[in-house]
């Protein structure tokens, strides 16, 4: 017997434990059924499950769960990315706070050793939160970049060391000298998605650049008009920077080659102060005229505009820092220091301060102005970026580009949305070399050595690279790791097997689709295009497809420095706003000692919210996940599918109740009564739809259609409409809807299946003493062959209307549902007729409706609806006091008008709404768009009277 309701907290760790012991995430490697694969994007190691993640996890679970059951051999592959610089910083932290030496005061071995031991204690939080999900993935082929030491069949780190060998033997990976994000606190070059860049109050420094040997020219300024506001000599060129340390190493003042002012000194020589060099004044098309003085400095070695002008102009370029941003002694061609020694070792903003004072000091400082500023921090670290010119290892990613953007312009890969190929595109056919070398201890070491003079060996280990090299030459190994990306980018075949042909890589590669974020479409979506396509010879996916960003419900990013960021887990357990995460867990079925609410939680939510369950969260999720729009998230919109899933499982108490139960052989064709007939044809129609708007990736259309047809249709109109049926005495009719009840609820069941794994488990088992398998290897309703039968689903349909139209109106009326009325029908066809002594009963019980008659008029005082041709009357003698009524109606219209004045009055004022919250804006809005319906409703009933 069913329980009065479900309980997720208990129910969903119970049945996700079940379905995992069963096997029934793994392939069944039957060659005989279609193969379908999805790579899971890895997860840092060091990360816990947030909105995102829900998101990607829960769209990527529809799909793997729709294909298993319609008998698709699907492997869902997940794994873990090992989170370079992110889980060295962990580490190191934790060997701080623990009062143990620091990484620089341990031998690498030990540091690494210390990382995979924090691995094996703390690592992997997510992957228990993405079973609390309900992610059907097959965990016993868990991969992790790093691989497994233990595991000698582990070829992860191997596959990456043969890419790193292959890639440099083919001429494809190289060692320059180039600029990059470099990171002083964690002293490693980062990528440019560890960068985020902030607004922050900062100066424009203006200063002068005196012309060599105090040469003079004429200043020219002219307005938009060309008509000369400026002349004047002067024997300098000004130049204005945010960075006033940087010049120290400028190479050369640049200017645009159409800009008159500068055009009588370009060539010339200036002398850059302080430094006391002389540097060219050149022409090129990067400095804008309208923006500052419309003279740049080029300082090459900090700056990457500056970089590639100094490259086009064949400029020096010197570093004025050291890993740490500390001014070091930088030498010129000769080799003489550029570095003036009063700044050397000092930090790079000690030295901004130093410089410029020394520059007003020369009185070369024109004016300091107070200007917002971009500046670049590490999301790591929290420190400001600085470009430097260091020596790195680069892929030449143009070369290798050339087929993933053919690939993508032929149609063998496809965005979805579409509008998101112009953003690979874009990053694509701009591409730069990519740096994939990190000055970190934890990753993938490079597979290369040098020799005592410098010759670089790369082979897959010493051995090979002895043999390169010649047993007489010492060999030390590159201190540096390979960027996460470059091994995460060989996911899709990496993790199958790859570079040995495993059964798995050739069943699974090339992958069916890939569920992402637009963040990483260069940073790992791209490149795993690029390396698919030159290790393996073929795309790694079919789709991409780029999901929406999950916002809190006033459409603001969520954020923790905004106080807004919701829980994933905290909604699937529920929170005690006391101070204490109510039975919360990070795993399965251990509880965490419940730790603090972040006061984020506390100030959006002061009550709490109680345990929804991942079902209710994962359909919200879906629901809301309309193509290319984000989706602004509620806790109300949680609590209403959690609601959802309670009718549907009274539903199931329903059928219990009566006794229906699922009958093998039922054929839905045969049903003889209309009311059976229309309910098969319309599961037969939402399960088509489902189906199709799963294959497209309409999620949200597939959700909308599941829960209109499963709360309407079924639960609010079939329930009611079958009650008589149930009941009656006929015992073919109601052995035929208790077995059509059963076909129905488990159809249902079956396509909400993906959407809310939990609790269609749960009652699939427990309304039926006879499944030969469990919900998740139960295969997908396929009702194309189900005969629909036209004039029942006209029929019940034309009930169903005229059932809402008599109590919309009596409801406007506020006639007393006690109360019955007579229906007085004009204009009826005889089809009308028909239809009236047919369902005159379901009428009289579900509309109130005592008995009907025609009539060539409407009679006066009477509500009046249109069903098709007919009118249809119930006179309103006995039923209400019109006069009473239509006072009342009257007065709650005058109180409306009321508070819409009141709030057109808010929002008029420029005051209110330029300094008050945007939430708070939206708030009368809302207000106002409430009050203007229900006016508009009570008019309708108004003029119904």
Same mark, same amino acid.
């Given at each position: 017997m069913l329980d009065k309701s479900f309980n997720p907290q208990i129910a969903e760790p119970r049945l996700y434990e079940a379905w995992e012991k069963s096997g029934a995430f793994e392939p069944r490697m039957d060659t005989s059924r279609e193969a379908y694969c999805i790579v899971n994007p890895p997860p840092n190691v060091t990360g816990s499950l947030h909105m995102g993640h829900a998101l990607n996890n829960t769209l990527q679970?529809?799909?793997?769960?729709?294909?298993?059951?319609?008998?698709?051999?699907?492997?869902?592959?997940?794994?873990?990315?090992?989170?370079?610089?992110?889980?060295?910083?962990?580490?190191?932290?934790?060997?701080?706070?623990?009062?143990?030496?620091?990484? +620089?005061?341990?031998?690498?071995?030990?540091?690494?050793?210390?990382?995979?031991?924090?691995?094996?204690?703390?690592?992997?939080?997510?992957?228990?939160?993405? =079973?609390?999900?309900?992610?059907?993935?097959? /965990?016993?082929?868990?991969?992790?970049?790093?691989g497994d030491p233990d595991d000698p069949s582990d070829k992860m780190a191997e596959a990456v060391t043969k890419a790193f060998v292959d890639l440099y033997n083919d001429g494809l990976i190289y060692r320059d000298k180039r600029l990059v994000n470099w990171d002083p606190h964690f002293q490693t070059a980062i990528s440019d998605l560890e960068v985020e860049n902030r607004d922050k109050d900062g100066h424009f420094w203006h200063f002068k650049y005196p012309l060599e040997g105090g040469e003079t020219y004429t200043y020219v300024e002219k307005d938009e008009d060309g008509n000369v506001v400026l002349t004047e000599e002067r024997d300098y060129i000004s130049i204005a920077t945010t960075r006033p340390e940087t010049m120290l190493g400028d190479g050369a003042v640049a200017v645009h080659p159409?800009?008159?002012?500068?055009?009588?000194?370009?060539?010339?020589?200036?002398?850059?102060?302080?430094?006391?060099?002389?540097?060219?004044?050149?022409?090129?098309?990067?400095?804008?005229?309208?923006?500052? %003085?419309?003279?740049v400095k080029i300082t090459g070695a900090h700056d990457f505009n500056d970089y590639e002008v100094a490259k086009r102009a064949g400029l020096p370029m010197y570093s004025l820092m050291d890993e740490q941003a500390r001014m070091i002694q930088s030498p010129d061609k000769d080799g003489n220091s550029v570095m003036p020694e009063k700044y050397v070792g000092m930090d790079r903003f000690k030295a901004r301060k130093a410089v410029v004072a020394d520059i007003d000091a020369q009185d070369l400082l024109i004016k300091v102005e107070d200007k917002k500023v971009q500046q670049p921090f590490g999301d790591r670290s929290g420190v400001v970026i600085e470009p430097m010119l260091t020596d790195q290892w680069f892929v030449n990613a143009e070369e290798i580009a050339k087929r993933a953007i053919e690939k993508v312009d032929d149609g063998s890969t496809k965005f979805f949305p579409a509008n998101w190929k112009k953003t690979y595109d874009h990053w694509m056919k701009d591409i730069q070399p990519w740096c994939i070398s990190r000055q970190l201890w934890w990753g993938h070491r490079i597979p290369a050595w040098y020799g005592d003079d410098g010759k670089i060996y790369v082979g897959e280990d010493l051995n090979a690279a002895q043999e390169l090299a010649g047993e007489k030459v010492k060999l030390t190994q590159d201190n540096d790791v390979l960027d996460t990306w470059f091994s995460s980018g060989l996911w899709p075949f990496s993790?199958?097997? /790859?570079?040995?042909?495993?059964?798995?890589?050739? =069943?699974?590669?090339?992958?069916?689709?890939?569920?992402?974020?637009?963040?990483?479409?260069?940073? /790992?979506?791209?490149?795993?295009?690029?390396?698919?396509?030159?290790?393996?010879?073929?795309?790694?996916?079919?789709?991409?497809?780029?999901?929406?960003?999950? =916002?809190?419900?006033?459409?603001? +990013?969520? %954020?923790?420095?905004?106080?807004?960021?919701?829980?994933?887990?905290?909604?699937?357990?529920?929170?005690?706003?006391?101070?204490?995460?109510? &039975?919360?867990?990070?795993?399965?079925?251990?509880?965490? +000692?419940?730790? &603090?609410?972040? #006061?984020?939680?506390r100030k959006q939510y002061p009550d709490g919210f109680e345990a929804y369950g991942a079902d209710a969260l994962r359909f919200t999720l879906a629901a809301m996940a309309g193509m290319g729009r984000d989706i602004k998230l509620s806790v109300e919109r949680v609590a209403g599918y959690r609601n959802f899933g309670s009718k549907i499982w009274n539903a199931a108490k329903f059928g219990e109740m009566n006794d229906c139960k699922s009958v093998k052989g039922f054929?839905?064709?045969?049903?003889?009564?209309?009311?059976?007939?229309?309910?098969?044809?319309?599961?037969?129609?939402?399960?088509?739809?489902?189906?199709? $708007?799963?294959? #497209?990736?309409?999620?949200?259309?597939?959700?909308?259609?599941?829960?209109?047809?499963?709360?309407?249709?079924?639960?609010?109109? $079939?329930?009611?409409?079958? &009650?008589?049926?149930?009941?009656?005495?006929?015992?073919?009719?109601?052995?035929?809807?208790?077995?059509?009840?059963? /076909?129905?609820?488990?159809?249902?069941?079956?396509?909400?299946?993906?959407?809310?794994?939990?609790?269609?488990?749960?009652?699939?088992?427990?309304?039926?003493?006879?499944?030969?398998?469990?919900?998740?290897?139960?295969?997908?309703?396929?009702?194309?062959?189900?005969?629909?039968?036209?004039?029942?689903?006209?029929?019940?349909?034309?009930?169903?209307?005229?059932?809402?139209?008599? =109590?919309?109106?009596?409801?406007?009326?506020?006639?007393?549902?006690?109360?019955?009325?007579?229906?007085?029908?004009?204009?009826?066809?005889?089809?009308?007729?028909?239809?009236?002594?047919?369902?005159?009963?379901?009428?009289?019980?579900?509309?109130?409706?005592?008995?009907?008659?025609?009539?060539?008029?409407?009679?006066?005082? %009477?509500?009046?609806i249109i069903i098709d041709e007919a009118t249809m009357a119930m006179p309103l003698a006995g039923l209400i006091d019109l006069d009473a009524e239509k006072d009342r109606i009257n007065k709650k219209i005058v109180e409306l008008d009321a508070e819409i004045e009141k709030v057109d009055k808010k929002l008029a004022n420029k005051n209110f709404v330029d300094r008050a919250p945007e939430a708070v804006v939206a708030e009368q809005h809302a207000r106002k768009s409430g009050f203007v319906d229900e006016r508009e409703k009570l008019v309708e009933a108004l003029q119904n009277l």
């Open positions: 679970d529809i799909l793997i769960r729709f294909e298993r059951m319609r008998g698709k051999d699907v492997l869902w592959q997940v794994g873990m990315d090992h989170a370079g610089i992110a889980t060295q910083m962990v580490v190191e932290r934790k060997l701080a706070a623990e009062g143990n030496m620091g990484r +620089k005061d341990m031998l690498r071995e030990e540091f690494v050793a210390k990382v995979w031991e924090w691995k094996a204690e703390s690592g992997g939080t997510i992957t228990q939160q993405l =079973r609390r999900l309900g992610a059907s993935c097959d /965990w016993s082929r868990e991969k992790f970049t790093l159409d800009d008159e002012r500068y055009a009588p000194i370009v060539g010339k020589l200036v002398r850059l102060p302080l430094a006391d060099r002389l540097i060219p004044i050149i022409t090129d098309e990067y400095p804008d005229p309208e923006f500052g %003085s419309g003279a993790t199958l097997g /790859w570079p040995e042909e495993t059964e798995h890589l050739t =069943r699974f590669y090339p992958t069916n689709v890939l569920i992402t974020g637009f963040d990483i479409i260069f940073f /790992w979506v791209a490149r795993m295009m690029m390396q698919g396509l030159y290790f393996m010879n073929d795309i790694p996916f079919h789709d991409v497809y780029i999901h929406a960003l999950v =916002r809190d419900e006033q459409g603001q +990013k969520m %954020s923790k420095s905004e106080g807004n960021v919701i829980d994933p887990i905290d909604l699937i357990q529920g929170i005690d706003i006391d101070g204490l995460v109510a &039975k919360r867990t990070t795993g399965l079925r251990q509880p965490e +000692k419940a730790p &603090k609410v972040e #006061k984020n939680t054929d839905p064709s045969g049903c003889k009564l209309a009311v059976n007939q229309w309910i098969v044809s319309e599961v037969a129609s939402a399960a088509a739809d489902v189906t199709q $708007y799963i294959e #497209k990736y309409r999620f949200n259309d597939a959700a909308d259609t599941l829960y209109k047809f499963a709360w309407n249709t079924f639960c609010a109109w $079939y329930l009611e409409l079958v &009650k008589p049926a149930m009941s009656g005495d006929d015992a073919a009719a109601k052995a035929e809807t208790q077995a059509c009840f059963a /076909w129905c609820l488990d159809t249902i069941l079956k396509l909400l299946h993906p959407f809310m794994p939990f609790i269609t488990e749960e009652l699939w088992g427990a309304i039926s003493d006879d499944r030969s398998e469990t919900l998740i290897l139960t295969e997908w309703p396929e009702l194309s062959g189900v005969k629909t039968n036209s004039q029942a689903q006209a029929d019940i349909n034309w009930l169903v209307q005229t059932i809402s139209e008599i =109590r919309s109106v009596r409801k406007g009326a506020n006639i007393p549902p006690a109360k019955k009325s007579p229906l007085i029908i004009v204009g009826a066809s005889a089809q009308t007729k028909e239809r009236m002594k047919t369902y005159i009963d379901a009428l009289g019980q579900m509309a109130r409706v005592d008995g009907w008659s025609v009539a060539d008029e409407v009679p006066g005082n %009477s509500l009046q």
